[in-house]
């Protein structure tokens, strides 16, 4: 095996110039066991999967278009910024989400993570949720592919799901075998894409 020679970083002060320690305390979060990841299923009965390419028209599709101020014909609306990581995706199973989201919820509460402006806000709120059911997928072992759970960034033009209008807004997006899903980290609440009220602001969506 060929040895890596790799850069070091190496003070030659003296020992009084070491910068001290932080003072910042480092504990292990303990959770309740995470419900066991369950993948979605097609009509058919079989793993639901997506390409790229597939999701990528189906948000467009979604998302792309709204309705003039008469509420009559259809106009295009700006396209969001889709980032994926992967070139396969697997729809999660409803009724795992809707287990996975009460119990996300039920563990910050517990741990006291709640809403403090710039401190913990919307994006912890959805990168956590995101980070735990990576996790959840972990630990599930064999699975068809990556989960289609995403981090979505709107415009807040219409208050939802117990947010008020205003300003930029991160919350959840997936999608099941039943459909696209917006969900709300902060307050549990879930509403299909095709009926968020917000779905025409949305800037941005990235999946792991």
């Not at 795992?96 to 710039?118: C, I, P, Q, S, V």
């Not at 996790?135 to 981090?151: F, S």
Request: with cysteine; charged share 25%.
């Amino acid at each position: 095996m060929l040895g890596l020679a790799l850069p070091v970083a190496v003070s030659l002060g003296a020992e009084d110039d070491f910068i001290p320690p932080s003072g910042v305390k480092f504990e292990t979060l303990k959770f309740k066991p995470i419900p066991a990841y369950r993948p979605g299923r097609g009509p058919d009965g079989n793993y639901e999967t997506l390409r790229r390419a597939e999701l990528v028209a189906e948000l467009r599709l979604l998302t792309g278009v709204k309705l003039n101020e008469r509420g009559t014909d259809l106009l295009p609306a700006p396209v969001p910024r889709i980032s994926c990581r992967f070139e396969l995706y697997s729809a999660v199973d409803d009724a795992w989400f809707a287990e996975f989201n009460e119990w996300f919820h039920r563990e910050l509460w517990d741990l006291g993570l709640t809403y403090r402006k710039e401190d913990w806000d919307c994006d912890d709120f959805s990168l956590a949720l995101n980070a735990l059911a990576d996790l959840a997928l972990l630990q599930a072992g064999e699975h068809p592919a990556p989960q289609l759970i995403g981090r979505l960034i709107v415009r807040q033009v219409k208050p939802w799901g117990g947010t008020p209008a205003g300003g930029v807004h991160e919350i959840t997006l997936y999608r099941s075998g039943s459909g696209w899903y917006v969900a709300e980290p902060q307050t549990r609440a879930i509403i299909a894409l095709r009926d968020y009220p917000n779905r025409q602001h949305i800037q941005e969506i990235l999946f792991n």
